[in-house]
Nanobody
Framework: QVQLVESGGGLVQAGGSLRLSCAASGRTFSRYIMGWFRQAPGKEREFVAA????????DYAGSVKGRFTISRDNAKNTVALQMNSLKPEDTAVYYC????????????????????WGQGTQVTVSS
């Protein structure tokens, strides 16, 4: 069983930055594809970013590309999401997720492929 715990959310003004972190338990973290998703009020959960087990590959939703950066530290079992130039439309609950089949990179944007989820952390961007 894998547990994911997010931290780093909060309230920030438009144009500001936040760094989300996700700490994972489990001895095989280095094999997981890790993703970040978000859900705004009244909207469906959407893909934000993903990183392959080796960190060689990353992927971003078009709405955050160039502003957000995903990274991981397999030695520390952590994944981070650096969010810069935040906009009010980035307001959402952000979830960290893990896919324990590291070979399925082609499914990285599909939330149903992820096996483990954190509890979520609120990010609010004021205008």
């Amino acid at each position: 069983q894998v547990q994911l715990v997010e931290s780093g959310g909060g309230l920030v003004q438009a144009g500001g930055s936040l760094r989300l972190s996700c700490a994972a338990s489990g001895r095989t973290f280095s094999r997981y594809i890790m993703g970040w998703f978000r859900q705004a009020p009244g909207k469906e959960r959407e893909f934000v970013a993903a990183i392959s087990w080796s960190a060689i590959n990353t992927d971003y939703a078009g709405s955050v590309k160039g502003r957000f950066t995903i990274s991981r530290d397999n030695a520390k079992n952590t994944v981070a999401l650096q969010m810069n130039s935040l906009k009010p439309e980035d307001t959402a609950v952000y979830y960290c997720a893990a896919d324990d089949n590291g070979s399925k990179w082609y499914l990285r944007r599909n939330e149903y492929e992820y096996d483990y989820w954190g509890q979520g952390t609120q990010v609010t961007v004021s205008s």
